[in-house]
């Protein structure tokens, strides 16, 4: 890599370093087999990451196993593996990059006095040697090594400094500055930044980069404190996954760089997959995010009151700095509730092809709040029995008749789901990855339109084995967004009730 990358308007390039199949597989339940890790290797690269630090080939057959798998997979990014400063770990590393097009060692140790002083039982000066000595031995293997000086973030700059410029003089290509435990103020951590630039001889020869956790909640603002002061590589994780509180997330940083000209850098993110490579870690990982989280949170580009549904729909940039298809999402949502105005309930009304007078739209409002009082959400078939359709049957012309899956250990997951369309009665079968896939499989069969599952939500409304499930489904077709809910305690029943609701939107 070069230490500096100009666009033809200006302005730095800041290299993606990705570590979510590394840190952010250490998060407790989020291990992945190595299948699943060269999918998600494969959407990285895809999503235009620069590095993907892939995993710690020593601490497990398996882990060396991916490692390796990955170097075939992927082309583009860089392939990095993690190390001690210690030699058989960098061995191993070694062995498992052979098949990689561009490798790298990250190799380092803990720097700070309580590292020295607790886990190491060393001393500043042997530790020093033990950094150089590492770095030395892994360019014996390849070009591109990385060194990390582990909770650089409580480490004495001066120090510090020693470290990275001595390192640097051995072979490393880039230096990792971690933020180990979320400790730093943004400031500090800046300033910390800062003072290595200026005061290590040799800094450019050498990337710095920052890697920031999120125990106090600043792994963000960190990373884009060390960046403004000269760093020129992020290491991150996909929705911010990680060890305890979690890694600096991806799509945080990428947005930020995007939506803030002032900073004058850029990255080569495809942002538009953002949100399809948050779904796919979710869904491998097991690890949906909150609805309120920064970029990919259900919530992000959701109003709710009134004066922000009415400032959106006169003009988007009122309430959002970030225009939904950047990260890979169709549209805003204008949710109603009891927050809501007159402008967001006629805005629903006329997407489901209704035009109301504007005495209707004040009848219909009035009613709108009393209902909206008591419920916390309000679906379109509310809104029709707002205005007069007394019975949802009425005015839906797909009704579920039967439903039967078949599915456990060692079977494969069946399903047989029979519909009313339109006073005809048909059935099918299917067969699927699990009950509500091979049940939605059948319903499309049935329906014989082409639909895309964008979203699916499955919440708890209630607690205990019979717990109701309430779903919500988002589907694609023809160009327009479609969405569906219900409720039952069989989360495959309402599934299949959610994705007619659906459906009956455009049928």
């Not at 308007?9 to 597989?25: P, S």
């Not at 047989?416 to 699990?434: F, M, P, R, W």
């Not at 019979?466 to 077709?477: A, F, L, T």
Request: with cysteine; net charge negative.
């Amino acid at each position: 890599m070069e230490n500096k990358t100009k666009t033809s308007t200006g302005g730095d390039k800041v290299y993606i370093f990705d570590t979510t199949l590394r840190d952010g597989e250490q998060s407790p339940g989020c291990q992945l087999n190595s299948v699943e890790k060269i999918e998600l290797a494969k959407a990285l690269e895809d999503l235009n990451v620069d590095v993907i630090e892939c995993g710690f080939p020593v601490s497990s057959p398996e882990d060396f196993n991916s490692v390796t798998e990955i170097c075939k997979a992927v082309e583009k990014p860089v392939i990095c593996a993690l190390s001690r400063a210690v030699e058989k770990d960098i061995d191993v590393a070694a062995d498992a990059l052979h098949f990689a097009r561009r490798g790298r060692i990250h190799t380092g140790i803990g720097t700070s006095d309580e590292h020295i002083k607790y886990k190491f039982n060393s001393n500043r000066e042997d530790i020093l040697t033990t950094a150089v000595k590492a770095v030395k031995y892994a360019r014996r293997f390849i070009d591109d090594v990385e060194f990390y000086a582990e909770d650089a973030g409580r480490t004495d700059n001066e120090y510090l400094a020693r470290v990275v410029e001595a390192v640097i003089a051995a072979g490393a290509t880039v230096v990792n500055i971690p933020d180990t435990t979320g400790y730093c103020n943004p400031w500090e951590y800046g300033a910390k930044i800062k003072y290595l630039m200026d005061n290590v001889q040799n800094i450019d020869k050498a990337i710095i980069s920052v890697h920031c956790h999120n125990d106090l909640g600043m792994a963000t603002a960190n990373t884009i404190s060390g960046i403004l002061n000269g760093a020129r590589q992020a290491e991150v994780t996909i929705d911010g996954i990680g060890e305890r509180a979690g890694n600096t997330a991806l799509e945080e940083v990428a947005m930020a760089i995007k939506c803030r000209n002032d900073y004058n850098f850029y990255t080569d993110i495809n942002t538009k997959k953002i949100m399809k490579t948050s779904q796919m870690v979710q869904s491998l990982m097991n690890t949906p995010v909150q609805a309120n989280k920064a970029i990919v949170g259900r919530n992000a580009f959701a109003h709710s009151s009134g004066i922000h549904q009415d400032g959106v729909l006169k003009n988007r940039s009122s309430y959002e700095i970030i225009d939904p298809a950047d990260v890979g999402v169709a549209e805003s949502t204008i949710s109603l509730s009891a927050r809501s105005g007159r402008a967001a309930l006629n805005f629903h009304y006329k997407n489901m092809g209704i035009n109301l007078t504007k005495e209707q739209l004040d009848d219909a409002y009035k009613k709108f709040l009393l209902l909206a009082d008591t419920n916390k959400e309000i679906n379109d078939n509310d809104l029709l029995i707002i205005v007069g359709v007394s019975k949802v049957e009425s005015v839906r012309k797909i009704q579920l008749k039967y439903l039967q899956v078949v599915c456990g250990k060692n079977s494969v997951p069946m399903s047989t789901v029979k519909l009313d369309i339109d006073g005809e009665i048909c059935q099918a079968t299917s067969s699927g990855d699990g009950p509500v896939d091979a049940s939605f499989r059948a319903v499309k069969q049935l329906v014989n339109r082409k639909i895309a599952v964008e979203e699916y939500l499955v919440q708890a409304i209630t607690k205990g084995c019979d717990d109701v499930g309430k779903v919500h489904i988002k589907i694609e077709h023809g160009g327009n967004y479609y969405y569906g809910f219900s409720a039952n305690t069989d989360i495959v029943t309402a599934s299949v009730e959610a994705l007619i609701d659906a459906i009956s939107k455009f049928i």
